[in-house]
């Protein structure tokens, strides 16, 4: 079964660029468009009472620009900007925008945001029953979509976490552990201490109240986590 189209409207004061956006919208089932339009005091007013999945909004418009009318909606859909401005990139994604389209915005460009907005839609509405593998986060100004495959560990530091990869450089991202536990399957990790998650297929040994990870990194395992450690020696 097909999944739902992704409702969505688009906003922007340039006529040209409203009508190239509805010709790539027209072009892809998996979205549906709603409305369009030339200004964001109209558009703020319509989502106040016609909520969509997902904006395209542009930065730099009269009266009230499209950043500003992120900030003032209460309920927020997913947000891709249109602009023709490099520098807003970094309060974008303080937004926690999907994407950053530059204009003029070829085809495929368009095409690779709203798959990632399609993905980052499904994973918010994650089914238990169907298999998850991957994270999203931001970090650095950009959504990141991390394979399950790939995490090694979590590390926490605070409001912050550090996500320990197989293959390159940790990644950093404002969330707390138990809220990174809550986004990852219960089977294929596993909390080990107040400071650390541990991907079970990562797992080499366990010697008393440490595990080793097969990179060879050594974590500890606390007193009242170490029901954990018991519950995967069984199932070894």
């Given at each position: ?56 909004t ?13 900030r ?25 925008a999907?994407?950053?389209l ?5 085809k ?11 993905e ?8 238990p ?5 991957y ?81 060879g ?20």
């Open positions: 079964m097909a999944a739902a189209p992704i409702t969505c409207i688009i906003i922007d004061d340039e006529p040209l660029a409203l009508r190239l956006m509805k010709d790539y919208i027209s072009l892809l089932p998996s979205l549906q468009l709603v409305a369009a339009f030339d200004d964001a005091i109209t558009a703020r007013e319509f989502l106040q009472t016609h909520p969509v999945d997902l904006l395209f542009d930065i730099n418009m009269p009266h009230i620009s499209g950043l500003d009318l992120m003032s909606l209460k309920e927020r859909p997913m947000l891709i900007f249109t602009t023709a401005y490099r520098n807003f990139a970094v309060e974008g994604f303080e937004l926690n999907v994407d950053y530059v204009k003029p915005i070829s495929e460009r368009f095409n690779k945001a709203v798959q990632k907005a399609r980052f839609f499904d994973y918010k509405r994650y089914n029953s169907v298999v998850q593998e994270l999203f986060v931001y970090s650095e100004y950009r959504l990141l979509k991390i394979p399950l495959v790939d995490i090694e560990y979590i590390e926490s530091l605070e409001d912050y976490i550090k996500i320990h990869l197989s293959i390159g450089k940790p990644i950093m991202t404002l969330m707390t552990l138990k809220g990174a536990l809550e986004k990852l399957p219960g089977h294929r990790f596993r909390r080990i201490h107040r400071s650390y998650i541990v991907g079970v297929s990562k797992i080499k040994s366990v010697l008393n109240k440490k595990i080793t990870l097969i990179s990194t050594e974590l500890p395992v606390s007193d009242s986590f170490y029901e954990v450690i018991k519950e995967w020696k069984q199932g070894i």
